[in-house]
């Protein structure tokens, strides 16, 4: 089976790998910014990952793990409407021109009927039910060339200290879900920061960047995660349906048999009832065979040090327009141990990666790439700074706000540069 994130380790000393990193012009339209919060409307918690879409519009963000939200307005649609969904919640609904600046944005939550729950249980068996969702790709999934645009962040942690940040805009080019292509993933801006004193003598590098993100989507890539010889090794039974936009959503545990020593998956998949699509899957990785899970993940690393993951959850989330639906959000996150051995302490390291689309635009004919831009699934983003020093350095393109720490980093790092 295949892995979707590779780790690299290797000394400072060692040559690390750069990209080029290509600006293209753009021209700015004229947009108004409007942040906020998204909360239950019964216990004022933070709901992560809200979907926010411009209604009528491709344009979208989602709200980080403090429940906040950034997203830049178009001229053209200061007196349109904008769209508030979360999976288990009533979508909502308000016109851009009455919202204030810091808003907040009770969702409430969507209560299930019983006696739907039990429709599931009596139509189809779990397993049958992932069989055919896995089926739908070539109907009801985005079958036309899309060009999407979408903003990356990836951070790395030393415990609870800060030691990288990337952030990136890129175009990805979406290869129809009906045709077995690989997407292609264009740069457009890009910065990153290291501090590698945090990281003591070691180097930790994502590899792959965005495409990590990309190869989250289930349906366009089921190879990552469901092949045909998988299958039968996973099991599945149902849990308690829920609710999106008012649309009965059927809930699917699956984790891997008993007795298989190869690392599966486990987690939970959330499917349209209706149309059997997948709108959502949170999974993670079984790492409890330590030496099988860390070759699945390091590519690289010192002799005297051993690495082995000790989490590596993932989820994806998909979102329709015009009856079709496609990849909107992903995220990634990976803890790992190093035991540099004679010594006494391990370290722990997280990688969090995430990747949100945040506008499209469907292509009638084949898409033209710009090679010189693209960058491959072996890629990790080169050291560039100096964007941090710029407040406006991603322009009109909608990013996802960040949260507190990644906030708080920022400024350290624009410090940084004005003290050189």
Not at 387 to 402: H, L
Request: hydrophobic residues 35%.
């Amino acid at each position: 089976m295949k892995r979707i994130n590779h780790l690299t380790l290797i000394y400072t000393s060692i040559l690390f790998l750069f990209c080029s990193i290509s600006t293209i012009a753009q021209t700015y339209e004229l947009f108004k910014e409007l942040e906020g919060k998204v909360v239950d409307s019964n216990t004022n918690t933070p709901l992560i990952f809200t979907d926010i879409v411009i209604k009528d519009s491709n344009i979208s963000t989602v709200t980080n793990s403090d429940g906040e939200f950034l997203i830049k307005i178009p001229k053209s649609f200061l007196h349109g409407i904008l769209t508030f969904s979360h999976l288990g919640y009533e979508k909502k609904e308000v016109k851009i021109a009455s919202i204030k600046n810091h808003v907040k944005i009770a969702l409430t939550s969507a209560y299930t009927e019983l006696n739907e729950v039990k429709i599931t249980a009596n139509t189809m068996d779990a397993k049958a039910l992932v069989i055919e969702t896995l089926k739908k790709k070539s109907t009801i999934y985005n079958n036309n060339n899309t060009l999407m645009t979408a903003f990356y962040r990836e951070t790395i942690k030393k415990r609870r200290k800060n030691a990288s940040l990337s952030e990136a805009v890129v175009k990805i080019h979406k290869q129809p879900y009906n045709n077995f292509k690989k997407d292609h993933i264009e740069l457009v801006k890009a910065r990153k920061n290291t501090d590698y004193s945090k990281l003591d003598t070691l180097a930790l590098k994502l590899q792959g960047g965005p495409f990590s993100n990309l190869y989250t989507d289930v349906i366009k890539y089921p190879e990552f995660i469901f092949t045909e010889e998988d299958m039968p090794l996973y099991s599945f039974n149902f849990n308690p349906s829920t609710q999106i936009n008012k649309k009965l959503v059927y809930v699917v545990n699956f984790k891997q048999n008993q007795n298989i020593e190869t690392p599966l998956y486990y987690g939970k998949l959330y499917i349209d009832a209706e149309t059997l699509a997948l709108i959502n899957a949170v999974y993670s990785l079984n790492v409890s065979n330590k030496e099988l899970s860390s070759r699945m993940y390091v590519r690289k690393k010192p002799r005297k040090v051993d690495v082995y993951p000790t989490e590596a959850t993932y989820r994806v989330n998909y979102r329709i327009k015009d009856g079709k639906w496609h990849y909107a959000y992903s995220n990634i996150s990976l803890t790992f141990k190093v035991n540099w051995k004679g010594k006494l302490f391990n370290n722990v390291y997280t990688l969090n990666s995430e990747m949100a689309i945040t506008d499209w635009k469907v292509y009638d004919t084949k898409l033209t790439k710009v090679r010189s831009q693209l960058i491959r699934p072996t890629t990790i983003l080169s050291d560039k700074a100096s964007g941090f020093s710029d407040p406006r350095f991603w322009g009109a393109y909608n990013i996802i706000e960040p949260e507190k720490s990644i906030e708080s980093a920022i400024k350290k790092i624009q410090k940084q540069l004005k003290r050189t």
